[in-house]
């Protein structure tokens, strides 16, 4: 998310802008994660910054809800993509353990049914033996499904998100183009 933003950023403000803008204001309406890293790289390059929440709390989707001692996640629960908020903070010569700490879960999460549960183990190999024993074959299933995602992952994260976004055509890539084959 963080170098797509400064790429889109960077182009926004080399081709499209009068250089007599920079330095200028900028309204950024909306404080969820989004809103929030836009504020930061505008304000890097020497924006002014406002930001505008109608909502009592930053944090967009992701932010908390907090009633009578309990806290509630209103969007995300699982820490997708760690590496894009290091490389965002290594943006401002921050780390990501200089804001907050994160504790591995495990068991991940609980799934309630009506009269049962099932905890989802972090180790995978104890995932492919939960699958196989809910339903036979699962396990390889889950196995080709995780490489496949691992594939689309690496491409898209080391080959499309960070392209400027300035042609389709950055997305025809040889990358691209043997996945497509392979699923065919
Ligand atoms: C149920 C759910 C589960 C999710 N699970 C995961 C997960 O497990 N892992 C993960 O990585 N992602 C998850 N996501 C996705 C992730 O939460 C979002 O992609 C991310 O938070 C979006 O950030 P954003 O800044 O683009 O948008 P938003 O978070 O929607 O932020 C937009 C902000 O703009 C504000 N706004 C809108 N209009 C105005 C206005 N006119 N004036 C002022 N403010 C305004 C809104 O109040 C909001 O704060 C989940 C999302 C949901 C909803």
Redesign the pocket.
């Known amino acids: 998310m963080a170098n797509l933003f400064e790429h889109i950023l960077f182009n926004f403000l080399n081709k499209s802008l009068n250089k007599s803008l920079l330095k200028s204001k900028v309204v950024i309406?909306?404080?969820?994660?989004?809103?929030?890293s836009t504020a930061c790289y505008l304000a890097k390059y020497g924006f002014e910054v406002a930001l505008?929440?109608?909502?009592q709390s930053?944090?967009?989707?992701?932010?908390q809800f907090k009633i009578d001692g309990y806290t509630f996640d209103?969007?995300?629960?699982?820490?997708?993509?760690p590496d894009v908020f290091e490389r965002f903070f290594a943006d401002f010569d921050q780390k990501v353990s200089d804001f907050y700490e994160l504790q591995l879960l495990d068991p991940g999460f609980r799934i309630f049914y009506d009269n049962d549960l099932i905890d989802i183990p972090f180790d995978q190999q104890k995932l492919s033996a939960l699958f196989e024993s809910i339903e036979p074959g699962a396990a390889a299933s889950l196995g080709r499904f995780l490489l496949s995602a691992k594939y689309k992952y690496e491409v898209g994260m080391k080959e499309l998100v960070y392209q400027p976004g300035l042609s389709v055509f950055e997305f025809f890539n040889a990358s691209v183009i043997k996945e497509y084959s392979n699923s065919i």
């Open positions: 309406i909306g404080g969820g994660f989004s809103g929030l505008y929440e109608k909502n930053l944090g967009g989707r992701a932010r209103m969007g995300p629960s699982w820490y997708w993509m």
